[in-house]
């Protein structure tokens, strides 16, 4: 049956990551390939290939394609975007340098400045103004735009960022610049802040632009790559010319293809958005809707908290000290993964990450030329896989070069034996991840222990157990596929369409009159991109979030109301109020507050997957379903006791039943990730397919 497969594909640092759903028959089929680093399309295909010819199908059964990429996250990091030029207003051309006043080391006196995206040159400037409610002050001098075009051909330029002051009030200044620069450079991709974020605030304004034009190119080729190759019958998946394509974004939905090359900025953080859309989902599936997600990857992981089984979403993000203002899930990214790199600093303190082997060379026990030890290699050397354990299902490793490069580098400078360095590797970087994990937790004035711990990527399971217990959280969800799960949130995810717009004004009881026909103006814009995508009425929705703050303050919260209801305007202010002291831990209802301005999503809801049930077991494991048992070092949670060897049974995740239920020390290996059970913990498998840890304290 043509287009009974759904898939999609997860591009990481070292893996990337594929999944196929067989919509006919419910089975998921999964491939994990490595990244292949000089072009990121040729692994994506090549996974998705497998994937699919474990489906007994091929590219011509494909009906819709979901793609999670970091080529632009890459670009940025390793500043390899386009040479892009930088268009404002007279007398503001050192904007992007001043930038604010934020400082991440205060108390740093040799702290450098970062290099801007932009280079002074060709930061330029043109007259004309407007003022703070649109009214132009003078207009615009088309001839100096003119003679912008002109230098910047000269200077060979590959795109351009227009921002005019106040343009969030008015966009003529902005596309009129757009127009005439795009008639005197053809080719050459001209965007404007009111196309890419129509919010007040002109620096992040600015940079999330410029960030945009840096990126076009980039994505452009590299979605050009890919769609020649996804269409190639022979080298590549053959996919029929209707099928769709869609993009991941960072706030946890779908774009077109034809979005991501215009407003590739969406894509920015957009890799791990996939995963805590599909934690969120099959958390949801085991009747768990307050979790924190964990997603160990082989360079990082990835920390986001979910509460009521929606994803915290901010609009205030800053990537390799680039400032982006636009709707982004909140997750904090630290360097921590399978790959990060252990090394022992000047005074002697055993420190990893967060250099990472990457996928070339890897860690050590790849066989790939790595020499210095990493988590992974540690892994290995604990017993948690062996030497016939394949990553991915056919990655051999080199049990004995790990255990050399840990003696060599670890163990003998610091005085340790192997198995004392490899378990230190372990605990500094669970202390690492316990850390990244307060931050969105403790921080933000949420327990720990209220909360369900999700570890997924390809090291997530493996970790779970020890972060979970340094915390106190007393449970850890294991998800199905949990190293393809950004992946599989590809297949769950809606499309999303955001719109944000100013509008200060101090909150008045008869304000509505003023506000309602701006918000339906851009219900209206939701509404006209989700057409233009396709969307049948009946699977839009339409969410509206007002930004309130008290007077004088400078930042904001977002109000979710529902216009339709006539109290929405009303109750305002005891809702903002309310939202504060939740966030804030106090509030002022005597205190004066304004509107900031609207935020409306327009949602196009697509029919999610229906992950198989799991049948019934008798309580206990079939014999089927044992490997064998194998010996593994556990570390302690006394970190003053030594480690301990066990006896621990290995089990295949695939030969599991519902309501199985197994007592550590254990392991559960599948394709895709390796859950290590440790002593004293008592699994339980969840009817959904998830595996639920119940940790000892």
């Not at 003023?514 to 103006?521: H, K, S, V, W, Y």
């Not at 305007?569 to 209802?589: I, Q, S, T, V």
Request: charged fraction near 20%.
């Amino acid at each position: 049956m043509a287009g009974r497969l759904r898939v999609a594909s997860d591009v990481g640092g070292t893996f990337t990551d594929s999944i196929a759903y067989d919509e006919g028959t419910g089975t998921i089929t999964v491939s994990k390939v490595s990244t292949t680093p000089k072009n990121r399309a040729r692994g994506t295909v090549d996974g998705l290939r497998r994937a699919i010819a474990l489906a007994g199908a091929d590219g011509r059964d494909v009906g819709y394609v979901g793609h999670g990429t970091t080529t632009t996250t890459n670009a940025v990091i390793q500043r390899k975007g386009a040479l892009t030029a930088f268009v404002t207003n007279r007398g503001f051309r050192d904007l992007l340098l001043i930038g604010r006043q934020n400082r991440p080391t205060l108390f740093d006196l040799s702290v450098v400045r970062p290099a801007q995206l932009v280079p002074q040159e060709l930061c330029l400037t043109v007259a004309g103004r407007l003022g703070p409610g649109g009214v132009e002050i003078e207009p615009l001098d088309e001839e100096g735009v003119r003679a912008v075009a002109a230098e910047l051909a000269a200077r060979k330029v590959e795109a351009v960022a227009i921002l005019f002051l106040h343009s969030y009030a008015n966009p003529a200044h902005e596309r009129r610049a757009q127009a005439i620069l795009e008639a005197l450079l053809p080719g050459v991709p001209v965007c404007i802040s009111t196309e890419v974020n129509g919010e007040f605030r002109e620096y992040e304004r600015a940079s999330t632009t410029v960030l945009n034009a840096y990126l076009r190119p980039v994505m452009h080729d590299y979605l050009a790559s890919l769609g020649t190759l996804l269409a190639d019958a022979e080298d590549g998946l053959g996919l029929a010319g209707d099928r769709p394509v869609m993009v991941m974004d960072a706030a946890g939905g779908l774009m077109s293809v034809e979005s991501a090359r215009l407003k590739p900025v969406h894509t920015v953080l957009s890799g791990p958005a996939g995963g805590v859309v599909a934690s969120a989902h099959v958390a949801g599936l085991a009747g768990i809707d307050d979790i924190i997600t964990m997603d160990i990857g082989g360079t990082s992981t990835d920390i986001s908290l979910i509460r009521k089984g929606r994803p915290e979403i901010t609009r205030t993000n800053t990537l390799e000290t680039v400032p982006i203002r636009l709707p982004v899930i909140d997750i904090n990214a630290i360097g921590a993964g399978g790959g990060s790199i252990a090394w022992i600093d000047e005074g002697g303190a055993l420190r990893v990450g967060p250099m990472s082997a990457e996928a070339v060379p890897g860690p050590v026990c790849y066989g790939r030329g790595g020499t210095r030890p990493t988590v992974t290699d540690a892994n290995l050397v604990l017993g948690r896989f062996d030497g016939e354990s394949r990553l991915g299902g056919d990655l051999g490793l080199d049990v004995e070069a790990a255990r050399a490069a840990i003696m060599r580098t670890i163990a003998e400078p610091l005085g340790l034996d192997l198995v004392a360095a490899a378990a230190g590797i372990l605990r500094v970087a669970h202390a690492n991840i316990v850390r990244g994990i307060r931050v969105v937790s403790v921080e933000r004035g949420y327990d720990p222990r209220d909360f369900t711990l999700v570890p997924f990527g390809g090291a997530g399971p493996m970790h779970g157990s020890p972060v979970a217990r340094e915390l106190r959280m007393p449970r850890v969800m294991v998800p199905p596929t949990p190293g393809i799960l950004c992946a599989l949130g590809q297949l769950i995810s809606d499309l999303h369409h955001t719109f944000a717009e100013t509008r200060i004004a101090r909150w008045r009881p008869d304000g509505v009159s003023d506000a309602l026909p701006a918000i339906r103006a851009q219900v209206d814009r939701a509404v006209r991109h989700l057409e233009a995508d396709g969307v049948p009425a009946h699977r839009r929705r339409i969410e509206v979030k007002i930004d309130i703050r008290y007077v004088g303050q400078s930042y904001d919260l977002p109000i979710p109301v529902d216009i339709e209801t006539a109290e929405f305007w009303a109750g305002l202010p005891d809702r903002f109020h309310a939202a504060h002291r939740a966030r804030f831990g106090h509030a002022d209802p005597s205190a004066p507050i304004e509107i900031v301005g609207f935020v409306v999503t327009g949602i196009g809801r697509i029919d999610k997957p229906v992950l198989p049930t799991l049948a019934a077991g008798t309580g206990s494991p079939a014999a089927g379903a044992v490997k064998g048992t194998r010996a593994v070092h556990f570390e302690p949670f006394d970190p003053t006791a030594p480690v301990t060897l066990h006896e621990a049974v290995v089990y295949r995740r695939d030969g599991l039943k519902a309501g199985d239920v197994i007592r550590g020390p254990a392991v559960i290996e599948e394709i895709s990730a390796t859950t290590v059970v440790y002593p004293g913990d008592t699994l339980t498998v969840h009817p959904s397919g998830s595996l639920i840890v119940e940790v000892a304290q």
